[in-house]
Every structure is written in structure tokens, then in C-alpha cells.
């Protein structure tokens, strides 16, 4: 079977996915645990990351991915990670990355500075050396920073994969999965002063089991009217398949500008397209919030947003699904990683080894694509 986890960080970001065949993927790292304060109850990622590479009997991941360069996303990624392009990051302690992903953004953005910076270092010493990474996107910014480079686009094009692809190097009979690219598009990193939102790495994930499928939708701090516009161009190439679900990476931390621009009063009621997304999960679809527990008032106007968290229960209660919140799984005292294996039975939420043995909670029947 294939698995993710998605790690209780706080309002942060990393999900690693394990899939059947062995290789071991992670989508950003945010080191965020206090481990002189007693109150602080979010994972120490860089141990509970290396445990799990121990037990492998390895000490690296066959890809790790950066969504976008915010410090939700990166926090301590240039403390845990061996890095190339420099010797004072290389110590025999450090895990490595055998292929680096990254939005084109990385690549360009400047005044950048702590993680941030030498990640992007990383990034340029990879790309220029023309091996172990892959770009996403291919705006004009990053042939005239090709170019200063002394390279050119075709230089490089094959380590540079752009909206609307597959990603090369995994496919579903020898990998049991694909990586469809859904964001970031070129024209979103074609300003001097780069969004990070708007060119954040999107992916729809498909896992294959036998004859059955599961669809992944990883989704990194991204607004409604990106998603917006991801469904109008997925739909208009008649690809409504590449939006299905059965499980869904809430953005940026159940935020309501995920849904709409107007918070609501009781439920933020999510923009027409945002809306026709939501609506493509799958029977028992999980939706998964990297966040903070939900709050009970508006004390705090930072996400997670207790109203886009009632719009998420909504559509998964219309599914029979499960709405899960990483800092409050199993509960907000002792969150632990949320677990979802993938198998002939579609995606199944592990239940937490603190309420017993390890047990499945509730199977899908198994079926094909999303409900309509």
C-alpha cells in the first residue's frame, strides 16, 4: 500500500508520502517545536523525520519538495538537510535529497533572507549544475536568469516541468503513481516582487492499487481565485478527472481567502469554482487542515478560521467524509501524525496508537473516480 502522513506542526507544512514501491517523498518541512517548553505540543519533526528514515534503513528522501519559500514551509530545512552547493551544510548527520522540487519562484526571488536564501542557493546550484532537481513553471525570469548563467532555456528544459504535465520520473506501473501539475503557471512568477501564494506548487496526485485509483489534491498557501482559475483551465481542456479527490490538502491553514474573499458570519460560503471543486470529493474523502486547532470565536484573525472549517465539515459531512485537524488528531493535548494508508480500499484515516492498537477507521467501498 501507499501512505501519507501529515505532521502536526502548528501552522505549518510537511506531509511526506510513502509510496508502495519504497521511494519516500516530502512536501515541505517546518521545524517549529520548543523542546524547553512543556506547553508546546507540536512534533519534533527533524527526529521524528530521521526515526523514520532510520527504520528504512536510509538517510535521505528520493524527493523533497518545497511548495513555497514562506518560513511555514521551510522553518529549519537548511539546519536538517545535506546540502550541495555548500560544505558547512554536509555533515554525516544530515539527510539527504536526491531530487530537489521547486517552484520557479525559488529561483528568481530575491532579497530573500535565513532559510529562505540558502534554499534558494540550493536551488541555483542544482539547476546550474543541470541534475537533482526539477522546476516548476518556466516563466520569462527564469530564461533571462538562465541566461545570466551563460545557459540557456534548452540548456535545462529538461529539468523544468510547466502546468498541465506529468511529472517525468513517476509513473503508474513502475511507481504505482502521478504527479499532474496543476500551479504554478508562468504568469504568476513574472513580476520583480513574486507572490509566493499565487506561485505555489499544486499537484494532483493520483495512487494506483491494482485497478483501483485515489486522488490526492496537495494544495500549498494558495487564495480562491488561484484555485479559480485552476479549475477553469482543468475543466476547459476537459481534464475534470485531474480535480477529483478523495483526499484534499486544505490551504494555508483553513484560511477563508481559500474560499472567498468574504468571511461569512457562521461559514464561509466559497467562491462558484472553489465551490464545483469541493464538490468532486470522493465517497469517505478526508480533508486534512495543517493548522493551529480550530478556535471557537474570532479572538484571533489568523487561520485557522473557525468558518472556513464549519464550509470544509459541510462538504465532507455531503460525502460521508472526515474533516481532520493535524493539532488536534487525535487530540489538541497530544496531536499526533495523521496517517492515511492507500490500498485496493481507496484512502483509509489510520486511528492513533494512543487509543489502542493501530486500527483502520471506516473503509470506503472500493470504487473509480469521484461522485458526480
Known sequence: MHKITFYPVGNGDSCKIDLECGKKLLFDY???YQPDDDNDHRIDLATALRNDLESDG???FDVVAFTHADEDHIRGASEFFYLEHAEKYQDD???KINELWVPAAFIIETNLKDDARILRAEARYRLKQGKGIRVFSRPELLVDWLESEGLTLN?????ITDAGQLVPGFDASSDGVEFFVHSPFAKHVEDTMVDRNSSSLILHVTFFVGEQQTKFM?????????LSEIVQITRNHNRDERLEWDIYDIPHHCSYLALSNE???EMTKPVEDVKWLLEQGGEKGILVSSSWPIPSDDSDKQPPHRQAANCYKYYASRIN???VVTMEHPTVSKPEPIVIEIDEFKATLKKSISFGASAIVSRPAPRAGGIR
Open 218 to 226: 496537495l494544495i500549498g498557501d494558495t487564495e480562491y481565485d488561484v
Open 155 to 159: 540548456d535545462r528544459r529538461h529539468l
Open 58 to 60: 536510509r538517510k535521505y
Open 30 to 32: 517546518a521545524q517549529f
Open 263 to 265: 468571511k461569512g458570519e
Open 93 to 95: 548527520d544530515r539527510i
Open 321 to 323: 467524509g472526515k474533516f
